[in-house]
């Protein structure tokens, strides 16, 4: 067994604070993960219901890709990303491939390492071909912590101390029906989002237009067709098809931010393609390899990605399409294509969002509950159903990380992960492949979880 205390001393000493781990009050560490949990130095199992953020869609110690991973250990493991090596050609014509199955739009694919590099990546791309930096994102959006990408996020407290450096982001609502002045009529929350960017147009005093040239000062709008940390917000249906209708008159291009959705977490391969909409970018990581090897990229269409517009050595990082990476990318469209998911992943979302509408219903500290696919949100309010309450969405949290749940005459813990405005809503990212028995057993946890915090 670990010694925990000693090596907190030492963490104490030689680890920095500007990471999250120290959000966590005591900290936490795992020894050991399999399937939907992991596992702790006392070898009590917690049901994770957050998959490393989105980014283990396939599950923790999934041999399928674990033997990927090892073959092309023993094959060929690094490479300068100056040179090719199959998998990084094979893998460029999947990701295109799946995403030309929605748009009829040819396009070529970019590697990074990391989200906020794909992010990093697009910002540059986004300003080779419109000349100009300044962007529309949404409140509550979340892209990243680098520098570029933090400046496009729209909490202040990732871009205080760092500046804009080049980047300056519009800010506007996003769809929130739950928070809108509409709750109740989702058809009058839609108009209202909808009205509140259509303003921005109606005069140049309203600071987006230059009407005389024809020009915006903003050149693409950055979204999440589902957001992330701001809450897994689903906005309603027609939404984006309204807004993209404004963006295409003045030639405003559309950044599908699919780091975190992508990769059937909605029951599609992109979560885009609920909506209707075809993106000029898109981005992706996360699930890209099942968490298993920092890789992510973009695709954008021919016309802003093409070798006179983004020529060699336009952006580039020496991990960029490492074989390891591009091997596990492999491994998850061959997955995938094993799978059903749409039907699978539409099936089992249902069932947990039903499960979460009757605990909706016997407590009345849960003011809302939505999902799409296995993209689900729990909204932590105080009695009257309305009001946020972070405080007991933090001791939800630390009560399942304490690993003394009792559940059929064992201890267990749950993973939770807080997001949303007022960070009070529990972000549901659970593995693809959780069971039904699993989803069953949140249900205990979590109920076990509400009461002994409000009784």
Not at 34 to 59: R, T
Not at 171 to 193: G, L, M, N, T, V
Not at 201 to 225: C, H, L, W
Request: glycine fraction near 8%; charge should be neutral; aromatic fraction near 14%.
């Amino acid at each position: 067994m670990i010694n925990i205390n000693e090596l907190n001393k030492k963490e104490a000493i030689y680890c920095s604070w500007g990471d999250t781990v120290h959000y966590n009050n005591p900290l936490k560490y795992f020894t050991s993960c399999n399937g939907s949990f992991m596992i702790d130095e006392k070898d009590i199992e917690y049901l994770d219901i957050q998959m490393a953020y989105s980014a283990v869609n396939f599950g923790y110690k999934n041999s399928f890709f674990n033997d990927k991973l090892i073959n092309q250990i023993n094959k060929l493991p690094q490479i300068a990303s100056e040179y090719l090596h199959e998998d990084k050609i094979l893998l460029s014509k999947r990701i295109n491939d799946s995403i030309e199955k929605f748009t009829n739009t040819k396009g070529r694919v970019h590697f990074n390492v990391g989200g906020s590099q794909a992010i990093d990546d697009s910002l540059k791309l986004v300003s080779i071909n419109k000349g100009s930096r300044g962007v529309f994102a949404y409140e509550g959006s979340y892209h990243g912590r680098s520098i570029g990408a933090s400046s496009i996020t729209s909490s202040y407290r990732y871009r205080n101390r760092y500046g804009e450096f080049g980047n300056r982001a519009c800010f506007i609502p996003f769809p929130y029906i739950f928070r809108s002045p509409f709750p109740d009529d989702p058809q009058k929350a839609e108009d209202y989002y909808v009205q509140q960017f259509e303003r921005l147009f109606e005069s140049e005093y309203q600071g987006i237009v230059d009407f005389k040239r024809n020009e915006t000062e903003f050149v693409a709008f950055y979204i999440e067709p589902i957001q992330g940390t701001g809450g897994y917000i689903i906005p309603p249906k027609n939404y984006f098809k309204r807004i993209k209708k404004i963006l295409d008159e003045y030639n405003i291009l559309i950044v599908d931010d699919e780091i975190q959705m992508g990769f059937f977490r909605t029951g599609k391969m992109w979560a885009i393609e609920h909506f209707g909409i075809e993106p000029d970018i898109i981005t992706f990581g996360k699930s890209l390899t099942n968490g298993l090897n920092p890789l992510s990229g973009l695709w954008a269409k021919e016309e802003l990605i093409n070798p006179e517009k983004w020529s060699a050595g336009s952006t580039h990082s020496t991990f960029g399409s490492n074989p390891l990476g591009m091997s596990l990318g492999m491994a998850s469209f061959d997955w995938i294509e094993k799978k059903n998911y749409e039907k699978e992943i539409t099936k089992k979302g249902k069932y947990f969002l039903n499960g979460l509408k009757e605990l909706k219903k016997k407590y009345k500290v849960i003011g809302d509950v939505d999902g799409l696919g296995l993209a689900l949100r729990i909204e932590i309010c105080f009695p009257d159903g309305r009001t946020p309450n972070k405080e007991l969405a933090d001791k939800i949290k630390n009560d399942g990380l304490s690993g003394k749940i009792e559940f059929n005459g064992k201890k267990y813990g749950l993973i939770l992960d807080v997001g949303g405005y007022y960070k009070n809503v529990f972000t549901l990212a659970p593995s693809l492949e959780i069971t039904y028995d699993e989803i069953d057993m949140f249900f205990e946890l979590f109920e076990f979880l509400i009461k002994m915090n409000i009784e």
